[in-house]
């Protein structure tokens, strides 16, 4: 594992804590007895070291920029970008007040002008040339650069399964980067009570084929085995109608869906307009293609709809999870 060391002139005491609620509001400035120690992290193949908490730090996507404002970090935040679904309900404020910097990935130049201390995103494309750039050449400008481990830019160093832990964790990453454990342990222990609660109310005994699908209609975008809708449709103990393909998100064909036949469908309910983005689009595509429309999901108005940023491990995790339980169990009651 290689070891990015960053280090920069930034005076303890001047540093703000973060408080521990939702709304990003900062405390007082703390004093160099109270400050923080420095961070050090693993992150898909590389150690970062942050000496003290950032102040101008970039979330790099919408599921990143919604970890730092559940944990009340709007305050550190020098911007955002790639808002791919209306921003949860209760970060709406915090986020309306973080600059925008694109409407998809800032490039590098953009990125670089807000004189940012920290980057972060969940997906690695984030990273790429056109993009940020590498997260090593941002370490030589002193900027660290976490990545998610359900997308590293080395794919063998991607779990096996995406398991709520490694969420849990990561979540606890970004809190202890800039000093706030104690509002991150707040998150998490709330995410896992209604983790559990969901599974303990999800149907028994449950006899079903999911398909969860994500986008596109000609060569649709389907959930393998690997990704969270897998883990998903195992915890509540449903059968997920390609866990036989090691993949995330493999390119499916009707043929071979319909050979499948799934009992229920999950749809991605997309903002960005693309072909078969929104929940409806996909719904009036499968009733009305010669393939799909004959599928029993299809036959029988066996859909559960859930938001698209939710069906890849992020703070929204648990609410599909709740949303899925909820679908299932009304379609099998």
């Known amino acids: 594992m290689k070891t990015i060391s960053i280090r920069w002139g930034v005076a303890a005491g001047l540093l703000t804590l973060v408080t521990a609620c939702a709304s990003g509001t900062a405390a007082a400035p703390a004093s160099p007895a109270s400050a923080p120690p420095a961070a050090r992290l693993a992150s898909c193949g590389l150690t970062l070291e942050v000496p003290a908490p950032p102040r101008r730090a970039v979330a790099m996507e919408q599921n990143a920029a919604e970890i730092m404002l559940a944990l009340g970090l709007a305050d550190r935040m020098a911007g955002t970008a790639y808002q791919t679904d209306p921003v949860l309900p209760e970060l709406k404020e915090p986020y309306a007040r973080v600059p925008v910097l694109a409407a998809q990935y800032p490039g590098r130049e953009a990125l670089l002008a807000t004189k ?62 800039f000093g706030a454990r104690e509002r991150g342990q707040a998150v998490v222990a709330d995410l896992r009570r209604r983790l559990a609660e969901a599974e303990r109310s999800a149907p028994q005994d449950l006899d079903a084929d999911v398909m969860w699908y994500y986008s596109g209609t000609k060569a649709p975008a389907i959930a393998g085995d690997p990704g969270l809708p897998g883990t998903i449709t195992k915890l ?18 009707w043929e071979e869906i319909a050979a499948r036949d ?6 991605a309910d997309l903002t960005r307009g693309g072909d078969g983005d929104s929940a409806e689009a996909k719904k009036r595509f499968l009733r009305a293609d010669p393939v799909a429309s004959k599928l029993s999901a299809v036959r029988n108005d066996r859909f559960i709809v859930v938001p698209g940023s ?24």
């Open 116 to 177: 940012p201390d920290f980057v972060y995103s969940m997906r690695a494309s984030a990273y790429a040339p056109e993009a940020a750039g590498s997260r090593q050449d941002l370490a030589k400008l002193g900027v660290p650069a976490y990545l998610s481990s359900n997308d590293c830019e080395d794919q063998a160093l991607i779990p096996a399964t995406a398991e709520f832990e490694a969420i849990f964790k990561e979540i606890d990453d970004i809190a202890t980067v």
């Open 310 to 333: 939710s069906m890849d491990p992020s703070i929204r995790s648990v609410t599909a999870v709740e949303q899925v339980g909820q679908g299932l169990a009304r379609l099998y009651s």
């Open 236 to 253: 509540l103990g449903a059968r997920n109608a390609f866990a036989d393909v090691k993949q995330q998100w493999p390119e499916g064909n």
């Open 262 to 267: 799934p009992d229920v469908i999950v749809l």
